[in-house]
């Protein structure tokens, strides 16, 4: 990622402190070559660093291009800090898709985790304008993704999205998560890969993980955004990494990855991407 990318990623933070935080990353994560566990070096060497071309891809990302132009409005709600309706007002599509939609970079990264373990039911818990929906709907046709977004109006406007691009396996929940998560953990019992990208508070956080645990198997990936995001956020990656059911980490920097299975030894790992 390129410096100027990570500038506008942090607009609303202490930039300067966090590009340098992520250099320090960038410089002391390990590549392939430092991994030594089998598991995560396949991760590694077949999901991570992998890229792939795939037609409905493209679809999403022609979509992106006309949203990042659109000036259309979206009443904002207060559900939570770190995410695009924290705060009251409005703003505009193009702003939500860059300051909340998943990059092509990150979104790639769901959909060949998705592929490589060949998932079929995925949770995500905030939609925003559904371009990570897209993705990880399109790695698995044959599957189904529950998506929840708060907002109303971006509720709508992702749906909208989904019928432009022509997925139909995306199921959308409009409300805050702790009306309907419980709800949704009780009917479907499990799920092979969760997308955390909504509240982006410590408390909230370490909640969802906590009652998501109930819907795992021992192949689920639980996929976390903006674990650098704030002290809180660094808390609760520290916390869910020393979990007892978590097995292996990934830090990413700006995505956290865990592993729970059985077989493998308790480690964590800082992987350069």
Known sequence: MRPETIFLYFSNMNRFI????????????????????????????KVLNKRFKDGQTKKIEKLRKELSASSRMIKK??????SESGSSGSQSVKDIIKNSAKSK????LLCRIIRHFNFKKALELGTSAGISSMYMATAMPMGKVITIEGNPEIAKLSVENFDKVGITNITQVTSNFDEVLDGILAKE?????????????EEATIRYFNQCLSCI?????FVFDDINWSDGMKQAWLKIKQHPSVKVSIDLFFLGIVFFRRELSKEDFVVRF
Not at 217 to 221: F, K, Q, R
């Open 217 to 221: 198997h021992n192949e689920t990936v």
């Open 105 to 108: 970079k990150y979104a790639g």
């Open 77 to 82: 709600c207060d559900f939570g800090v770190g």
């Open 18 to 45: 966090l590009i340098r935080e992520y250099l320090s990353y960038y410089l002391s994560a390990k590549t392939k070559h430092g991994i030594h566990s089998p598991f995560v070096f396949e991760f590694v060497t």
């Open 189 to 201: 019992k499990l799920f092979d890969i969760i997308f955390f990208d909504g509240n982006h508070r």
